[in-house]
């Protein structure tokens, strides 16, 4: 080293610069997360203090942050229905997401042949990066219109039935099935192979083999898939605003109709909403999209535990 | 005595028999519903992936051929092209050459510990990140406070910021692919390390630093909600200028306005927001599909020529 530098002294400016510009770009990364959370979270409190009350704000059910709808004209801060959309949309999209990725990702490792890996293997890489509008236009031209003969008498009120949550839930599972897929097969491909002959080696079936040794062996894995569905779900913002087209979460909640009619959850809610409103009503917009970021923190901290936790990765 | 025990041991050992093959034939019977009803979730998610795509393909191929829809009249998305094309190029030379100095870093520099972890932290926390709060993150961070206003470099820097952690993630994957010996190697024949990195390591991992090039692109191509309230949904009338400080919507966002908020309040008749919304659509998926063949492909083809050479 110490000759080194006396030889080549000339040349070590240069690659100690580069060094520095090479740190400054990783940190940027972390600059730019904390930016994030300091920019989003520092507004975030500001509309509490502006007349919005905390437990109205998470558990009642009239949003109106710029008060055009409301009898008095003071804007309605209160997000619970907001909320509520969105963990109903993101659970129920996850519910029957799961099955079907396991299902088609258990296929795809141990059952299909060659050559059809080699056809679905691109298939599921395309449909991971498809845009969440082109999936929205689709639900806007197939769903609804499905939606809407199936169970426009159901709910009774002509133009607008099937747009609401059931559709949200439909477009959803399009929009997580790929993720969850693809992560859920890195997960059964990662068990050794010997797991799979070991079991086989005493006389189990196939199918005891997956069910009694391959997925036991990457339970933290699938788990980890599942999770991050259910984070891209909760984000996920213009397939499901193109779906929604609700103003209010309506009145008569415990009916299956409730499913079938516009409604509402907090990304919808941004997308629309944000741009047209002004002072205190945009403050209202920065804490949703605070606690948007809250769970989805959550999620991927979860994911990192559960990945950390997995004996095969 | 013994007649009667072997008679009794065979009848049990018959009943054993008969009582193994019940078993045999459960699980049998199990394995084949369990096995059956896998490929047949897996054949129908394969179906359903399958149509999906060729519907939209199919359902706007018909505007994909006509004149007016490449021009700048009411149906024609020649603006929009031209934005999402001018938005790509911007946000990948911002992006790509921060992000390939941090896989850098990482891999050529860093030792395994503290600092890795906490950057491969911060890059899977940005990651989950939904769109949408980025979006809001870039109005007040650029529009706001960099005094960007609602513009095109407002929307690339937001667009660095959500292609960040991708790019990160997959030129690490490329240069992690280049051997150690080649390293040592340059390093051996005293080269300094930034040396070695630009002679040795970068060409070698091209193939892969390509096809994270594209990806990305197909990200940029694809992405919506963040590109909303930084760039804005309507085109001045320089549109097709350089200027990065003019607002500007993309075949994302202008399918979603037509298709969604503005639907009905256009100033065009339905068939025209068919038109725009169908062929839009139709022409993203044309778009991402050329992508996917083109990392398949131009990374290998790359690999073929560097292996050669």
């Known amino acids: 080293m110490q000759v080194g530098q006396q030889v080549t002294g000339r040349t070590y400016p240069a690659d100690r610069l580069a060094r520095i510009v090479f740190l400054m770009c990783a940190i940027l990364l972390i600059a730019v997360l904390v930016g994030v959370f300091l920019f989003i979270g520092t507004n975030a409190f500001r509309v509490f203090s502006e007349g919005a009350n905390v437990k109205d704000f998470f558990f009642g059910t009239y949003w109106d942050p710029s008060g055009n709808t409301t009898v008095s004209g003071n804007p309605s801060f209160q997000a619970g229905g907001l909320i509520l959309g969105s963990i109903v949309i993101t659970f129920f999209s996850v519910l029957i997401a799961t099955p079907l990725a396991f299902g088609m990702a258990l296929f795809f490792t141990e059952l299909s042949p060659r050559w059809l890996v ?51 839930i439909l477009v959803l599972l399009i929009m997580i099935l790929p993720t969850i897929i693809s992560i859920s097969i890195d997960a059964l491909r990662a068990v050794p192979g010997s797991v799979r002959e070991a079991s086989l080696a005493l006389g189990s079936t196939r199918w005891q083999m997956m069910t009694r040794a391959v997925i036991p062996a990457a339970t933290t894995g699938l788990a980890t898939a599942v999770v991050l569905g259910m984070a891209r779900a909760i984000g996920e913002t213009l397939a499901v605003s193109l779906v929604l087209d609700g103003q209010q979460l309506p009145k008569k909640l415990f009916t299956p109709a409730v499913f079938f009619q516009p409604n509402v959850n907090i990304t919808q809610y941004i997308a629309i909403d944000f741009p047209e409103t002004l002072g205190v009503g945009r403050d209202a917009y920065w804490t949703l999209a605070f606690i948007l970021l809250v769970i989805s923190f959550l999620f991927v901290c979860l994911s990192r535990y559960l990945a950390s936790r997995s004996v095969y990765r | 005595m013994s007649m009667q025990q072997t008679a009794q041991t065979s009848l049990a050992g018959s009943t054993r028999l008969a009582e193994q093959q019940r078993l045999v034939r459960r699980l049998k019977l199990g394995n084949a519903v369990g096995t059956g009803t896998l490929c047949g979730i897996g054949i129908l998610v394969a179906l359903l992936f399958v149509g999906i795509i060729v519907y939209l393909l199919l ?183 350089l200027s990065p400080f003019i607002a500007s919507d993309t075949l994302t966002t202008h399918l979603y306005y037509v298709a969604g908020p503005g639907a009905g309040s256009t100033g065009l008749t339905t068939a025209q927001e068919t038109a725009i919304t169908a062929g839009s659509a139709t022409l993203l998926i044309v778009l991402l599909l050329i992508i996917n063949v083109a990392a398949r492909g131009l990374g290998r083809a790359i690999q073929r020529r560097v292996t050669a050479a």
């Open chain 2, 59 to 241: 359902q706007g191929s018909a505007y994909l051929f006509l004149p007016e829809f490449y021009s700048t009249g009411p149906i024609g998305i020649r603006p929009e092209i031209y934005n999402t094309f001018y938005i790509l190029i911007l946000a990948e030379i911002i992006s790509l050459p921060i992000a390939l100095a941090a896989a850098i870093y990482l891999i050529e520099y860093a030792r395994q510990g503290v600092f890795v972890t906490t950057i491969h932290f911060a890059a899977e926390t940005l990651a989950g990140v939904p769109s949408i709060v980025l979006g809001l993150f870039g109005v007040l961070a650029f529009s706001i406070y960099a005094h960007l206003g609602t513009s095109r470099a407002a929307g690339a820097l937001t667009l660095l910021c959500l292609n960040f952690p991708l790019a990160l993630r997959l030129f690490e994957d490329a240069l992690a692919t280049v051997p150690r010996e080649m390293r040592e190697g340059g390093l051996a024949l005293g080269a300094t390390r930034w040396h070695m990195i630009r002679t040795v390591v970068i060409p070698s991992a091209l193939p892969g630093i390509v096809t994270a090039v594209i990806l990305t692109a197909g990200k940029i191509i694809g992405e919506a909600a963040a590109l909303l309230f930084t760039m804005g949904l309507n085109n001045p009338s320089d549109v097709f200028t």
């Open chain 1, 118 to 168: 080699r056809l679905l293997q691109p298939l599921i890489e395309v449909f991971t990066g498809m845009p969440s509008v082109v999936v929205g236009f689709f639900g806007l031209i197939i769903i609804i219109p499905l939606l809407q003969r199936l169970v426009g008498p159901l709910v009774g009120n002509g133009q607008t039935a099937g747009y609401g949550w059931g559709a949200a």
